[in-house]
């Protein structure tokens, strides 16, 4: 005892003034600190970041500093026994203090119990005291005494005691460790769910979701684990074990750091400039829309190093051992390979889908044509698929896989297929032809498998047609033998018109020219290519004579241009009194004569007998044959008796047939 009393004394004064030197330079630091935290609340993230750092650095400095004020006091030794114990039981101090001390430093740069603009992660105040309170004393207790206390015991009264020592203060921390994971079981596992669910999507979120039904056995677990082991070989087991767990810990705050800050600046999204916006404005929200996708590959590639690493830590796997063989080089390179492949081909693929979208851009360059347009979108379809079976090839390729057989096992499939599905080849062959043939378009007004329609939809297979009806018609490419597009480089509205037999055509083809003069003042001038063309009587009609004019308008234009023609024809029509007939039939009773009149009808006896009765004239039969001709109108024509009637019967006045 009195030797454990003379190595307590001799090292009191050095304890004394390092505690002493640290606790003031603490209280300067505060001022700086405070300077630091105002900062950091004025500043941005990443300045933010900068003053944390700052701050971590300037409280080891105050550690180390008064570590070296210790140092210098203990060189300086007032009492140095013969054997030296004195300078050994400082020296153990010394780097107790160090090592505890940058233990504390972490803690409070992690936590930041005083200044919250420099807490890294989010925590309440309170929260925040809390566990850098419990976890500081922890540390103190646990570090003094194994680096301090335990080996002056041991030195200076024996082995055995200092094992007692030992194992009653890490026994009593285990027990209070329990306690508080058992009473913040479930605060942590509500922080935790509360941290998942802003990650959903991302592995660390359902790690995070897991991890908090069993955090507390975990934990529990682990400190279990560390006790017996450390019970069982402190010299080699408990030295292991906490480097390894420091070690992951650290592995696991660089993985997720280098996560966030990378989430961080993905999450701020893409902007590109104005003037390549307006170029290609599907760009900007194309790369923002892979931005997600790359960042999810990155994450896990981290998690995956991370998992490695920690493997390595704990003696799991030789990771850098399997590296450093040829398999795990060959393997290392395969992966970096099939990396910058998938790269490059992200890349390449954005390039052609730029170039697509600036193509098709109509306010740069030239404005596309329906046929670029389609065959630009068919052009880039394709090239995605090739382009994905390369890289998929190419990927395989690195890891060692022969693609030959796979390329000879595709054409053998395709050949097959093409067999099977002929009917298919037939559709991409006929529609190939039709493209390049540039036979239709989207946007044309086409007959194509016997449906004429507007084309909305154009692939390499079929086509779409979208009738007046509204019906959404899609048609293969087998089942058309014929084209008719009614908008390739210009079309025609024919106006055959008929006019009645009583009109003089000069005054009906002069009236057309008047109409086509009063379409163009409509509107229509911009739409009419060339004047009318006026190509005269055309046929003799049953009940009209046939006038045929063409207009030559632009592609498309022919349909409303046409409509409104014809308003404008009968509007000029009804005012100059020209008759635009319908089908009807006059019946004359006998003929005409020279002068066009209609001579009396002749009766004639059939066979002598009683007199026939004579009157006014059957007309069920003439005017049911009148009738079912022209149902709409009826014209009246009277038929003169010459001759006196026959005897006994009422001569008529007239006779109406129709």
Same mark, same amino acid.
């Given at each position: 005892?009195?030797?454990?009393?003379?190595?307590v004394?001799n090292?009191?004064?050095?304890?004394?003034?390092?505690?002493?030197?640290?606790?003031?330079?603490?209280?300067?630091?505060?001022?700086?600190q405070?300077?630091?935290?105002?900062?950091a609340?004025?500043?941005?993230?990443?300045?933010?970041?900068?003053?944390?750092?700052?701050?971590?650095?300037?409280?080891?400095?105050?550690?180390?500093?008064?570590?070296?004020?210790?140092?210098?006091?203990?060189?300086?030794?007032?009492?140095?026994?013969?054997?030296?114990?004195?300078?050994m039981?400082?020296?153990?101090?010394?780097?107790?203090?160090?090592?505890?001390?940058?233990?504390?430093?972490?803690?409070?740069?992690?936590?930041?119990?005083?200044?919250?603009?420099?807490?890294?992660?989010?925590?309440?105040?309170?929260?925040?005291?809390?566990?850098?309170?419990?976890?500081?004393?922890?540390?103190?207790?646990?570090?003094?005494?194994?680096?301090?206390?335990a080996?002056?015991?041991?030195?200076?009264?024996?082995?055995?005691?200092?094992?007692?020592?030992?194992?009653v203060?890490?026994?009593?921390?285990?027990?209070?460790?329990?306690?508080?994971?058992?009473?913040?079981?479930?605060?942590?596992?509500?922080?935790?769910?509360?941290?998942?669910?802003?990650?959903r999507?991302?592995?660390?979120?359902?790690?995070?979701?897991?991890?908090?039904?069993?955090?507390?056995?975990?934990?529990?677990?682990?400190?279990?684990?560390?006790?017996?082991?450390?019970?069982?070989?402190?010299?080699?087991?408990?030295p292991?074990?906490?480097?390894a767990?420091?070690?992951?810990?650290?592995?696991?705050?660089?993985?997720?750091?280098?996560?966030?800050?990378?989430?961080?600046?993905a999450?701020?999204?893409?902007?590109?400039?104005?003037?390549?916006?307006?170029?290609l404005?599907?760009?900007?929200?194309?790369?923002?829309a892979?931005?997600?996708?790359?960042?999810?590959?990155?994450?896990?590639?981290?998690a995956?190093?991370?998992?490695?690493?920690?493997?390595?830590?704990?003696?799991?796997?030789?990771?850098?051992?399997?590296l450093?063989s040829?398999?795990?080089?060959?393997?290392?390179?395969?992966?970096?390979?099939a990396?910058?492949?998938?790269?490059?081909?992200g890349?390449?693929?954005?390039?052609?889908?730029?170039?697509?979208?600036?193509?098709?851009?109509?306010?740069?360059?030239?404005?596309?044509?329906?046929?670029?347009?389609?065959?630009?979108?068919?052009?880039?379809?394709?090239?995605?698929v090739?382009?994905?079976?390369?890289?998929?090839?190419?990927?395989?390729?690195?890891?060692?896989?022969?693609?030959?057989?796979?390329?000879?096992?595709?054409?053998?499939?395709?050949l097959?297929?093409?067999?099977?599905?002929?009917?298919?080849?037939?559709?991409?062959?006929?529609?190939?032809f039709?493209?390049?043939?540039?036979?239709m378009?989207?946007?044309?007004?086409?007959?194509?498998?016997?449906?004429?329609?507007?084309?909305?939809?154009?692939?390499?297979?079929?086509?779409?047609?979208?009738?007046?009806d509204?019906?959404?018609?899609?048609?293969?490419?087998?089942?058309v033998?014929?084209?008719t597009?009614?908008?390739?480089?210009?079309?025609?509205?024919?106006?055959?018109?008929?006019?009645?037999?009583?009109?003089?055509?000069?005054?009906?083809?002069?009236?057309?020219?008047?109409?086509?003069?009063?379409?163009?003042?409509? &509107?229509?001038?911009?739409?009419?290519?060339?004047?009318?063309?006026?190509?005269?009587?055309?046929?003799?009609?049953?009940?009209?004579?046939?006038?045929?004019?063409?207009?030559?308008?632009?592609?498309?234009?022919?349909?409303?241009?046409?409509?409104?023609?014809?308003?404008?024809?009968?509007?000029?029509?009804?005012?100059?009194?020209?008759?635009?007939?319908?089908?009807?039939?006059?019946?004359?009773?006998? &003929?005409?004569?020279?002068?066009?009149?209609?001579?009396?009808?002749?009766?004639k006896?059939?066979?002598?007998?009683?007199?026939?009765?004579?009157?006014?004239p059957?007309r069920?039969?003439?005017?049911?044959?009148?009738?079912?001709?022209?149902?709409?109108?009826?014209?009246?024509?009277?038929?003169?008796?010459?001759?006196?009637?026959?005897?006994?019967?009422?001569?008529?006045?007239?006779?109406?047939?129709?």
């Open positions: 005892m009195q030797s454990l009393w003379n190595a004394r090292s009191a004064l050095v304890v004394v003034l390092t505690f002493a030197v640290y606790l003031a330079l603490r209280l300067a630091f505060a001022r700086f405070r300077t630091f935290a105002n900062a609340t004025r500043g941005g993230r990443f300045e933010r970041f900068g003053f944390i750092g700052l701050s971590a650095l300037a409280d080891a400095l105050t550690v180390l500093a008064a570590w070296a004020i210790g140092s210098v006091s203990s060189l300086s030794a007032f009492v140095i026994d013969q054997a030296g114990q004195a300078e039981n400082r020296a153990l101090f010394l780097n107790a203090f160090l090592v505890i001390e940058f233990i504390k430093v972490l803690a409070r740069t992690l936590l930041a119990p005083r200044w919250p603009a420099l807490r890294i992660w989010t925590l309440s105040d309170t929260t925040a005291a809390y566990w850098y309170f419990w976890l500081s004393r922890f540390v103190s207790v646990v570090g003094y005494t194994t680096f301090f206390l080996p002056i015991i041991a030195i200076n009264v024996s082995e055995d005691a200092a094992q007692v020592v030992r194992v203060v890490m026994f009593a921390a285990l027990v209070l460790a329990l306690i508080i994971i058992l009473q913040n079981r479930d605060q942590v596992r509500r922080w935790l769910l509360r941290r998942s669910e802003t990650r999507t991302d592995i660390l979120g359902r790690f995070l979701a897991s991890l908090a039904r069993l955090w507390h056995v975990v934990a529990i677990g682990y400190l279990v684990l560390v006790f017996v082991l450390w019970l069982a070989a402190p010299a080699m087991a408990l292991f074990v906490l480097a767990t420091v070690q992951s810990i650290v592995a696991v705050a660089i993985g997720v750091l280098l996560t966030g800050v990378i989430a961080r600046v999450g701020a999204g893409i902007n590109l400039p104005a003037e390549v916006s307006e170029r404005p599907l760009l900007e929200r194309r790369l923002n892979f931005v997600p996708n790359v960042l999810r590959v990155v994450r896990i590639l981290v995956a190093v991370v998992l490695l690493v920690i493997a390595q830590f704990w003696r799991a796997a030789d990771v850098v051992g399997w450093s040829e398999v795990g080089q060959r393997f290392a390179v395969s992966i970096v390979s990396i910058l492949i998938m790269l490059v081909g890349l390449i693929y954005l390039a052609v889908q730029s170039w697509v979208e600036y193509r098709l851009n109509p306010n740069y360059g030239h404005v596309p044509s329906p046929r670029e347009r389609t065959l630009l979108a068919l052009f880039r379809n394709a090239f995605v090739a382009l994905g079976v390369l890289i998929v090839m190419l990927v395989l390729s690195e890891f060692g896989v022969n693609i030959g057989p796979l390329l000879a096992g595709a054409g053998v499939v395709g097959a297929v093409g067999f099977g599905a002929q009917k298919l080849v037939q559709d991409v062959i006929t529609g190939a039709i493209q390049f043939e540039n036979a378009n989207e946007g044309d007004v086409v007959t194509a498998g016997g449906v004429t329609g507007t084309v909305e939809r154009l692939t390499i297979r079929s086509v779409s047609l979208r009738t007046l509204g019906a959404y018609h899609l048609i293969p490419f087998s089942s033998d014929a084209v597009n009614f908008m390739k480089n210009f079309s025609y509205h024919v106006a055959s018109i008929g006019v009645d037999y009583e009109a003089s055509i000069p005054e009906v083809k002069q009236a057309m020219h008047d109409a086509f003069d009063k379409l163009k003042e409509a &509107g229509f001038a911009g739409d009419i290519i060339g004047d009318l063309e006026m190509h005269g009587v055309t046929e003799f009609a049953d009940s009209a004579i046939l006038v045929r004019a063409r207009i030559k308008t632009k592609p498309g234009k022919h349909f409303a241009l046409g409509r409104a023609y014809n308003e404008i024809i009968k509007e000029v029509f009804d005012e100059r009194g020209i008759e635009i007939p319908f089908p009807h039939v006059t019946f004359y009773m006998g &003929g005409e004569d020279k002068a066009g009149k209609s001579p009396p009808p002749r009766i006896r059939q066979h002598p007998g009683p007199k026939p009765t004579t009157g006014k059957k069920g039969a003439a005017t049911s044959a009148a009738s079912a001709k022209s149902p709409k109108r009826r014209r009246k024509t009277r038929v003169t008796q010459d001759g006196p009637p026959d005897e006994g019967q009422d001569a008529p006045d007239q006779t109406e047939v129709s």
